[in-house]
């Protein structure tokens, strides 16, 4: 299993990112599909998540970023609007056989990270 995150980048605060995460190997929508974020120094932390047509959100997420998944391309996205500086951190993709869950132990494949930097 393969996931390839892709789209951080440098956006002023109030501003959009969308970014994008291609699986191979593992592509059926029975397996969750998450998003975390980590800042140096610190834990990783949940964003958002996809199971079948089902969403997860963390709260400081939840009305900001939505999580999609398009099945025929393999690929799971995050839209983030009205972002913030404390937005800023590195995003991960992940992949779970167990569960939609925001417990960073129980999913089993993540991407190389791609950061995210929101200036102020």
């Known amino acids: 299993v393969q996931l390839q995150a892709c789209g951080g980048g440098l956006v002023q605060a109030g501003g959009s990112l969308r970014l994008s995460c291609s699986a191979s190997?593992?592509?059926?929508?029975?397996?969750?599909m998450g998003w975390f974020r980590q800042i140096a120094g610190k834990e990783r932390e949940f964003v958002a998540g996809?199971?079948?047509?089902?969403?997860r959100y963390a709260d400081s997420s939840k009305g900001r970023f939505t999580i999609s998944r398009d099945n025929a391309k393999n690929t799971v996205y995050l839209e983030m609007n009205s972002l913030k500086s404390e937005d800023t951190a590195v995003y991960y993709c992940?992949?779970?056989?167990?569960?939609?869950?925001?417990?960073?132990?129980?999913?089993?494949?993540w991407g190389q990270g791609t950061l995210v930097t929101v200036s102020s």
């Open positions: 992940a992949s779970s056989n167990l569960a939609l869950t925001d417990r960073v132990d129980l999913y089993d494949y």
């Open positions: 996809i199971r079948w047509g089902i969403t």
């Open positions: 190997g593992r592509t059926s929508s029975n397996f969750a």
